[in-house]
């Protein structure tokens, strides 16, 4: 299962990996439970993943760099039920967030997605980033 494949549902919670698409919409399965469901493009709104940006203080983040910030951390995820933990969870790993725009459910959102995807051992990176790693070790092997 590739990142690049996973979306958010309007009106579903969780994640879901895109398994195919019509013209009025896609086939998803869940990550969480594996169901397989067609979710209609006229009542819903699907969104990539790798398209989500986060707003911080300077310019706005894609989705995965706050991935990326989760994962170097060295500490435990708070627990998503308390709010004030979930806050303070963000203001040590990605401090740059903003706080006023950012609210504490889309902190406990990217949580709760960050287990998701540990939990079915999805390897957080987009296919350019992949190209990018290949070519610092092609380049590496030549020095």
């Known amino acids: ?4 494949k996973l979306v958010s549902v309007t009106g ?10 019509k013209s009025d919409g896609a086939i998803l399965r869940s990550l969480d439970d594996n169901s397989t469901k ?8 699907l969104s990539h993943l790798e398209s989500i940006e986060v707003f911080t203080v300077n310019e ?3 989705l995965i760099d706050i991935f990326k910030a989760i994962e170097k951390h ?12 979930v ?12 706080f006023d725009k950012v609210y504490n459910s889309d902190m406990k959102k990217m949580v709760r997605w960050y287990n998701t995807l540990k939990a079915q051992n999805i390897e957080i990176v ?3 980033m992949e190209s990018d790693e290949e070519d610092t070790d092609v380049e ?3 020095a």
């Open 1 to 4: 299962m590739e990142y690049r």
């Open 12 to 21: 579903f919670s969780g994640l879901f990996e895109v398994v195919g698409s």
């Open 38 to 45: 067609f979710v209609s493009s006229r009542q819903h709104t």
């Open 60 to 62: 706005n983040v894609n």
């Open 74 to 85: 060295e500490g435990s995820l708070p627990p998503e039920k308390d709010p004030k933990a």
């Open 87 to 98: 806050k303070a969870f963000f203001e040590v790993v990605y401090p740059d967030l903003d």
């Open 126 to 128: 987009l296919p350019d």
């Open 140 to 142: 590496s092997t030549k």
